[in-house]
């Protein structure tokens, strides 16, 4: 098994790794910006500087965007999928030999729904869809207030955290364990499996991190192997029971949607409130404005994703040749979509490097990607933010960091994986006003 994982890392991340690391040390820009030899903890500058190169650009790998418009257009554009390794320029036999190796289901390979196209895509979305209707979400809203409150209980007043690790990784991972039916005490086991698993949305990563990302998948593939037996024995009101007992899935299919509602139920959010905390804690002004009106939470969790998107970038590739603002995009070829870079277009959010919690047009970022594969969890994400945040600086009103938080050594996804913080003095708590999200 770990001469077929080495021939698929060397395929899908060893070439590229090369290029982008050759590249990066040249100074070339979107090499930079993908990671390079050792990640890049702000990405802004880059953006801009490419964005100074036209609407779309051809790099070592692909074409690339970071133009709001245009990556808007892409992902509603019929005439691009998602991404496939055919994209890059790989060896064909080497290309052949990691398509044949056999893989756990996983949130990252087909049939997960992150990287197939329709039909096959629709059929697989559909039986999830009715989980995350805004009637369904809305029925989560008091037990999100539950266990926000739970976590900010356990905290200790006057004292240190990890907000990472005590509080927003808890808040996301305790709601999407409920509605997959996965019991509390396995919480931390998701954790780390998440934490293994996310490089792998990057390209470029190395052999170390590839093949701990597959035994984690061996792991996992046992646990899900165990969790849908019992579920077919005793069945829940949870998604994954809905989906074992209908009969549509098999298990392969059934364990790949699991490892990606998972992943993505907690990544997104644990990213969002931690990128949160520290733009209002460095725009004191905005938190202020925030307590002074409360009404205006919602449109500030729009601003964090906005400002400083948890997910910084997606790619789509053409199926056919495509003519986009000029540029010859072959089929086959990929181009690489900013979503960060977007949301930060002067031509859509007037002063886009200025944080601003009552921006009028927030709401028009692209964080949730856009089109057939735009997010299912976005009003679930949007909701959970709103809660925490807003309940995390009324529990504790001098909240402060107690040096640097560090960043996820990650391209794609843009967080902190640890955030040491000063509590404070503890606020009685208050029943929140009923928002709007």
């Known amino acids: 098994m770990k001469a077929q994982y080495w021939v698929r890392w060397l395929s899908q991340q060893g070439l590229p790794r090369l290029v982008l690391r050759t590249q990066a040390r040249r100074g070339e820009p979107f090499a930079r910006l993908m990671g390079g030899p050792d990640g890049i903890a702000d990405p802004y500058p880059l953006i801009e500087e490419m964005r100074g190169r036209g609407r779309i650009m051809r790099t070592s790998l692909s074409w690339a965007s970071f133009d709001h418009e245009l990556c808007r257009s892409v992902l509603r554009d019929t005439r691009f999928g998602v991404r496939n390794n055919e994209s890059f320029d790989i060896p064909k036999p080497l290309q052949l030999l990691a398509d ?209 998107s948890p997910v910084q970038t997606t790619a789509r590739t053409a199926l056919t040749d495509v003519e986009l603002d000029g540029a010859q995009v072959r089929k086959g070829h990929t181009v690489v979509l900013s979503l960060a870079g977007a949301n930060r277009d002067p031509k859509i959010f007037p002063e886009p490097n200025r944080f601003d919690v009552a921006r009028p047009n927030a709401k028009d970022h692209l964080s949730f990607s856009n089109g057939i594969h735009v997010c299912l969890g976005a009003s679930l994400a949007r909701m959970e933010g709103v809660h925490a945040l807003r309940a995390l600086f009324e529990r504790f009103p001098d909240l402060r960091l107690d040096g640097p938080p560090q960043r996820r050594k990650l391209f794609t996804l843009h967080g902190y994986e640890r955030m040491p913080v000063r509590l404070g003095r503890r606020a009685e708590a208050e029943t929140p006003e009923p928002s709007s999200v």
């Open 100 to 308: 044949h190796s056999p893989m756990p289901p996983n949130p990252v390979e087909p049939p997960s729904m992150l990287v197939i196209d329709p039909p096959e895509h629709t059929a697989m979305r559909k039986p999830v869809a009715s989980a995350f209707t805004p009637r369904a979400i809305a029925k989560l809203r008091e037990r999100v207030e539950t266990v926000t409150e739970e976590l900010l209980d356990a905290l200790p007043s006057g004292g240190s955290a990890d907000l990472i690790a005590s509080f927003a990784s808890q808040v996301p991972i305790a709601i999407i364990s409920e509605m997959l039916g996965f019991p509390d005490a396995d919480r931390a086991r998701f954790l780390a499996w998440g934490d293994q698993l996310t490089p792998l949305l990057d390209v470029g990563i190395p052999w170390h991190a590839h093949h701990r990302a597959m035994k984690a998948m061996e792991v996992m593939n046992d646990y899900f192997d165990g969790h849908i037996a019992r579920l077919r024995r005793e069945p829940g009101d949870d998604i994954l029971s809905t989906l074992v007992t209908a009969g549509d899935l098999d298990d392969y299919a059934l364990k790949a949607t699991a490892s990606l509602l998972m992943g993505a139920g907690f990544e997104t959010t644990v990213n969002l409130i931690g990128n949160g905390v520290v733009q209002l804690l460095a725009h004191p002004d905005q938190l202020d404005r925030l307590r002074a009106e409360p009404e205006l939470w919602p449109n500030a969790i729009e601003e964090v994703l906005r400002f400083d």
